[in-house]
């Protein structure tokens, strides 16, 4: 089936309550990883999606095509879990890309050696690498796999296929990596790859996370700002969740997205498609609209999308972490998608 034309369309906005729209779509397509980053997943024992639950590659484009020509949706971008271990996401990016919408995915990097090249050719725009550190050790201890050699060749791949600037993920965990800020900077800035600190936050599976603990944005300034002068770089933030700023006068930059302590909910532009077709406003939502349901019962394109508008109307205005009410949601972060 050939797309619609974009002057022949006719958008209702993913607008909500408070005067946001949505226009960012972040499809999780599995919520299946072959790292178990600390901060994320356990050890062992997370119960699996079954497969049946799972939206199919033809459910996953369908909504992504309502979410492109009927709700304004301009950008896609593919997590997990693991997306690199989707085995039809050359093909979902490609039907993507013919969309008309951009399209990212953010991996941890395994794997991307391998299909950096196809996803080019499938029409991929940008990608971003999760890397807490580049001690092998430590990349042992944070992930539990010995498996940093595959994510730096899978950078290099990127930046070779075209992907260029490679942005790359960093979380930082207190006597883990939190003394290794500066290394990883001086790592990225020598291979012209933007890296982007993300405050911890309280998805994890094993609901360890202590806002005590957690590394803030103001120590990860601290730690950088003894190896590296930073200055705001001189730029509208708009929707973007990261400040950045010039290293050592720039051009290169360094991005803090400090989701926890300087949250940016009100200038947020996302929404969430789970692997199983559950809808989600907001990372920290604690409900969910389900659209594999009605898809599967029959639902035609025009009420898939009028379930999805309603779903965002009830977005909250903010994920209240430092509300003494905050609940975890019962997701973890590998099943909503990051
Ligand atoms: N597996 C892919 C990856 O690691 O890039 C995609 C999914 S992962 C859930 C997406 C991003 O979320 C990664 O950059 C990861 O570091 C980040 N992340 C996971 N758990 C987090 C947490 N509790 N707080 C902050 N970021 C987290
Ligand atoms: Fe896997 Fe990404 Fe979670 Fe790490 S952060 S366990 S790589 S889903």
């Excluded at 950078?155 to 290394?183: F, S």
Aim: glycine content about 8%; proline content about 5%.
């Amino acid at each position: 089936m050939h797309p619609t034309p974009p002057d022949q369309r006719l958008i209702t906005p993913l607008a909500d309550a408070y005067g946001r729209v949505a226009t960012d779509l972040r499809v999780s397509l599995t919520d299946k990883c072959n790292l178990r980053c600390t901060y994320c997943m356990p050890a062992e024992g997370l119960d699996w999606m079954a497969r049946e639950e799972q939206l199919t590659d033809d459910e996953v484009v369908r909504l992504i095509r309502i979410a492109v020509e009927r709700l304004g949706v301009t950008e896609v971008r593919f997590t997990g879990g693991e997306p690199m271990i989707r085995r039809g996401l050359v093909d979902i990016v490609a039907r993507t890309h013919e969309l008309g919408a951009e399209t990212a995915v953010t991996t941890n990097g395994l794997g991307l050696e391998r299909l950096a090249r196809p996803l080019v050719a499938a029409g991929l725009d940008r990608v971003n690498v999760s890397l807490d550190t580049v001690r092998p050790d430590t990349f042992l201890a944070l992930t539990r796999r010995d498996r940093l050699h595959d994510v730096v060749a899978g950078l290099a791949a990127a930046a070779e296929a075209g992907l260029g600037p490679v942005k790359v993920n960093a979380v930082l965990m207190r006597g883990v990596n939190d003394d290794q800020a500066g290394e990883l900077l001086a790592w990225c800035l020598e291979r012209d790859y933007e890296l982007r600190f993300i405050e911890q936050m309280p998805l994890d599976a094993e609901h360890g996370w202590s806002r005590d603990d957690m590394v803030t944005a103001e120590e990860i300034f601290a730690h950088l700002e003894r190896d590296f002068v930073l200055t705001p770089a001189d730029e509208a933030r708009g929707s973007a969740p990261a400040e950045r700023f010039l290293v050592d006068g720039g051009p290169a930059t360094v991005g803090v997205i400090a989701s926890v302590t300087r949250p940016f909910c009100g200038d947020c532009d996302r929404v969430r498609l789970t692997a199983d077709g559950q809808v989600r406003t907001c990372l920290f939502a604690r409900e969910e609209s389900d659209l594999r349901a009605a898809l599967r019962a029959g639902a035609d394109d025009a009420e898939l999308a009028s379930r999805w508008v309603t779903a965002m109307r009830g977005k909250a205005a903010g994920h209240g972490i430092d509300d003494p009410s905050f609940l975890q949601p019962q997701r973890p972060m590998s099943a909503i998608g990051g």
